[in-house]
Nanobody
Framework: QVQLVESGGGLVQAGGSLRLECAASGTIVSDNAMGWYRQALGNQRDLVAAITLSGSTNYADSVKGRFTISKDNTKNTIYLQMNSLKPEDTSTYYC?????????WGQGTQVTVSS
């Protein structure tokens, strides 16, 4: 059974910070590439940050220098630290686990950044 549960979203002012958390079931984090996508209403779902099995990270250009993805294999959890938030970061953020033949998604957590 695969389960990904996001938390940590909310309302913040521009320039503020949030920390998103994705709690995964079993050994999903240690066995899969993980990351975060976001999707604003009416837009496509875009990759925000990814982390490999070895811990290498990649970021969308729009969040480089502001967001940090990390993971804790023991806790089977990944995180997204978001600093210097901008109104354009407003989206639903989705955690994913990606294998070669599949991709699993969480239900999402809403992030709203006011100006």
């Amino acid at each position: 059974q695969v389960q990904l549960v996001e938390s940590g979203g909310g309302l913040v002012q521009a320039g503020g910070s949030l920390r998103l958390e994705c709690a995964a079931s079993g050994t999903i984090v240690s066995d899969n590439a993980m990351g975060w996508y976001r999707q604003a209403l009416g837009n496509q779902r875009d990759l925000v940050a990814a982390i490999t099995l070895s811990g290498s990270t990649n970021y969308a250009d729009s969040v480089k220098g502001r967001f940090t993805i990390s993971k804790d294999n023991t806790k089977n959890t990944i995180y997204l630290q978001m600093n210097s938030l901008k109104p354009e970061d407003t989206s639903t953020y989705y955690c994913y686990a990606r294998g070669r033949l599949y991709r699993y998604w969480g239900q999402g957590t809403q992030v709203t950044v006011s100006s």
